[in-house]
């Protein structure tokens, strides 16, 4: 298998790993975690089956015999050895090709196209290295932005996670993010998030949690919009305090008069 099979095996892989609905598509990269089990070849190949597969598919391998995991296997990497993959079958290879090159070639530190352990890992999960940050921007907005203008719009931030059925209200938390939008991604308030913008959201550093809920419990009880809590907006939002991480004990809020 030359660089760009393996580049497609990869693509497949990542394209049915993702392929799964999910009420709401997260952006933000966290702590990735391939398996919970120890890498510990010497004792098992558990972690291996974990990160190769996904620990669910992982789990539907070990109720097979061998012969059925081998021919489940097989059936499975034909699609990586295809020489003249159909362009209608619901995946786009050329432009997956593309990007993931693009991608290898720049966790390719010293351009030997030979990929070292740290360089197959940065291939993997760009977010966890400096050197690779930029690449996760350029992929998420060109995944996000529809119309090609080099900017993440509202209706663009939205429909990423959320395709409005028919009549239907919008969920609240469709309605949050909307908020979200408008008072904390788009900093510069043009209406759209460039690329900076962008990465402050994908790929937030220093992320104070006190800080964000915080703003988020201001953003929500400040009535009048002038930065500030009375002890009236407080009380008057008191089932969103007694909820809140940022407080142990939300109904002292209402007990307390020094607010």
Known sequence: MDLRQFLMCLSLCTA???SKPTEKKDRVHHEPQLSDKVHNDAQSFDYDHD???GAEE???FDQLTPEESKERLGFDLNFCFLDDPD???GFN???MMVRDERRFKM???DGDLIATKEEFTAFLHPEEYDYMKDIVVQETMEDIDKNADGFIDLEEYIGDMYSHDGNTDEPEWVKTEREQFVEFRDKNRDGKMDKEETKDWILPSDYDHAEAEARHLVYESDQNKDGKLTKEEIVDKYDLFVGSQATDFGEALVRHDEF
């Open 58 to 60: 992982a789990k539907t």
């Open 93 to 95: 290879y050329k432009q």
């Open 107 to 109: 966790a390719d530190k």
């Open 16 to 18: 049915f790993a993702l």
């Open 87 to 89: 362009p209608d079958d």
């Open 51 to 53: 990160a190769f597969l």
